[in-house]
């Protein structure tokens, strides 16, 4: 039986056919796709910012959510690899006017198109798309997932690992700390998928109890309702956004509230270890996650993390598209 029965991102050699989660990639295959980031990085630093590995291709950007980074760092990913690409305006698409996600995904199909990234509100659509496309005999085209619901984000996930990666070397010696939503984050979930993986030997989350998926231990997370305590002697932090538009009821007293006692703040990144760093998926809440102190500190690592993004995005795609 191969492996594509057992999971839906690879084909029948073993090799990467989509990226639709970081959860049920093997270890190896996450290095692999670090390892050919690493390349990657030094083309941006060229007079031409150009490899011509997905000449000829065309990939699409659907975007049924909004996005800055993840959207724009896609774009110039492909374009670095010298793909076509096409970013459809969902609002002024005809899925505004009621067509559903497989007919948008047949008819882009029918332009010849080599490339879906996909960000959808839905858990699971970009599965369901890889899916239709498998049984539709068109699964040349290949998916990535660049935000489903609450379920993943594995591209964010994986540029994470390379940022930590490239300032810290070794995973296997590591206390990394998720700090923030964890309960409406689908990065969150990458993150410790990925880190777990790697073999990261503890993984803490903290966050109040109203922001905690119930059962998040099962992930093999340490769980801090303190965030003093959860903080003493990591060597990485990784703060998480509000995510105000997915929640419903009064899961918090105030953002105020919240900054006092989830905010990272100076004081509170004393307790981790003097060469901790610190990384945000972004987009920023300054003074409800972070102290602005912080944020522009010497520890934090934020913008670095946006640039390693469009690396680790280019090395997907070629390892996709078999380049």
Do not use: C, W
Request: zero cysteines; hydrophobic letters at 45%; glycine letters at 6%.
């Amino acid at each position: 039986m191969s492996n594509a029965t057992h999971n839906p991102q690879l084909n029948s050699h073993g090799e990467l056919n989509h990226l639709l989660s970081i959860e049920g990639l093997s270890r190896e295959m996450l290095t692999r796709i670090l390892d050919t980031a690493v390349p990657f990085t030094e083309v941006a630093e060229r007079e031409v910012k150009k490899v011509p590995l997905l000449r000829g291709k065309s990939v699409f950007n659907l975007f049924f959510e909004n996005s800055t980074r993840t959207r724009t760092t896609f774009e110039i990913a492909a374009k670095r690899l010298s793909a076509d690409v096409i970013n459809l305006n969902i609002n002024t698409s005809s899925a505004s006017k009621g067509e559903t996600l497989l007919d948008t995904a047949d008819n882009l199909a029918a332009m010849q198109a080599d490339m879906f990234v996909v960000r959808h509100a839905a858990s699971g659509a970009p599965y369901l798309m890889a899916q239709h496309l498998a049984t539709t005999g068109q699964d040349h085209i290949h998916i990535i997932n660049a935000g489903d619901g609450r379920h993943a984000h594995p591209t964010q996930g994986l540029l994470d690992m390379y940022t930590i990666r490239h300032y810290k070397q070794d995973f296997t010696q590591l206390t990394v700390a998720i700090v923030g939503d964890v309960l409406h984050s689908r990065v969150a979930r990458s993150q410790i998928h990925a880190l777990t993986t790697l073999g990261v030997p503890e993984v803490r989350v903290i966050a109040p109890k109203t922001l905690l998926p119930s059962g998040i231990e099962r992930l093999g997370v340490r769980v801090f309702n303190d965030m003093k305590e959860g903080l003493r002697g990591v060597d990485v932090v990784m703060m998480l956004r509000l995510q105000n538009e997915r929640m419903q009821g009064a899961l918090l007293p105030s953002a105020q509230e919240y900054f006092k006692s989830y905010g990272l703040t100076v004081d509170k990144l004393a307790l981790a270890r003097p060469d901790a760093i610190v990384m945000h998926p972004g987009p920023m809440n300054r003074g409800v996650e972070i102290e602005s102190a912080v944020a522009d500190g010497a520890q934090a690592v934020i913008l670095p993390q946006v640039t390693f993004g469009i690396a680790v995005r280019m090395a997907v795609m070629a390892m996709l598209a078999g380049a």
